[in-house]
């Protein structure tokens, strides 16, 4: 049973087009996160949702959207898409979003842009 | 502003010890340490609040000096499984977000 899962693991796309990133958590948590890695393995936190409300905003492009149907659920739907989206994007989940919560990381979804 | 990791690289021999370090410029609520093995997610190791305790998990420890805003990560007696990319993420005071340092790079040789 996987905790946090994402779909699709690799995802190549030419520049211009949009897609989309699922995540999924069996773990009950009330929050999620979206997080960048980029090449030179930098992680940084890009969106978080404590039961379905936005709560972390990071200075990401509008062309990058999060939705969260539920709060088992936080998707990520990228417009337009840039060379410099390129990235490893890693979902995670915490039990409340506190300081102290130990967060749950999903496999990673690579994105290329060609 | 993110935290800062040093060394940003450490090659060990089984057995050996290494320390790694993380330092903030911002007062800290706590600390956390994450492990990531190539290809891999990041994986959880521990997470310190301030009042200056350590916490251990297997062989590595670690300890958070909340005057200083720095933590260290100990290494004891390496093993090869600790091969990997270590990173502190750090919390601010009152707040909820995970700000990661730049990760420090691991490998243990036999």
């Known amino acids: 049973d996987t905790a946090v899962s994402q779909t699709p693991k690799y995802l190549v796309t030419q520049m211009g087009n949009d897609k989309s990133i699922k995540c999924e958590q069996n773990?009950?948590?009330?929050?999620m996160y979206w997080y960048k890695q980029d090449s030179k393995k930098f992680l940084k936190i890009m969106f978080s949702?404590?039961?379905?409300?936005?709560?972390i905003n990071e200075t990401v492009p509008n062309r990058f959207s999060p939705k969260s149907p539920d709060k088992a659920h936080l998707n990520l739907h990228i417009n337009s898409l840039e060379l410099g989206d390129s990235a490893v994007y890693f979902c995670?989940?915490?039990?409340?979003?506190?300081?102290?919560?130990?967060?749950?990381f999903g496999p990673g979804t690579r994105l290329t842009v060609l | 502003q993110q935290p800062v990791q040093s060394p940003q690289a450490v090659i060990l021999r089984e057995g050996e010890d290494a320390v790694i370090n993380c330092s903030s410029s911002?007062?800290?609520?706590?600390v956390h340490w994450y492990r990531q093995k190539h290809g891999e997610a990041p994986v959880f190791l521990m997470i310190?609040?301030?009042?200056?305790e350590q916490k251990g998990h297997d062989k590595i420890s670690a300890s958070f000096n909340e005057k200083k805003q720095q933590s260290s990560l100990y290494l004891t007696a390496s093993q090869l499984s600790y091969s990997g990319t270590y990173f502190c993420?750090?919390?601010?005071?009152?707040?909820?977000?995970?700000?990661f340092g730049g990760g420090t790079r691991v490998l243990v040789k036999p």
């Open positions: 995670a989940s915490s039990s409340v979003g506190l300081s102290t919560d130990t967060q749950y």
């Open positions: 773990l009950g948590h009330d929050t």
């Open positions: 949702y404590n039961n379905k409300e936005l709560i």
């Open positions: 911002k007062a800290l609520y706590s």
């Open positions: 310190l609040l301030k009042g200056g």
């Open positions: 993420g750090t919390v601010k005071a009152a707040g909820n977000k995970l700000t």
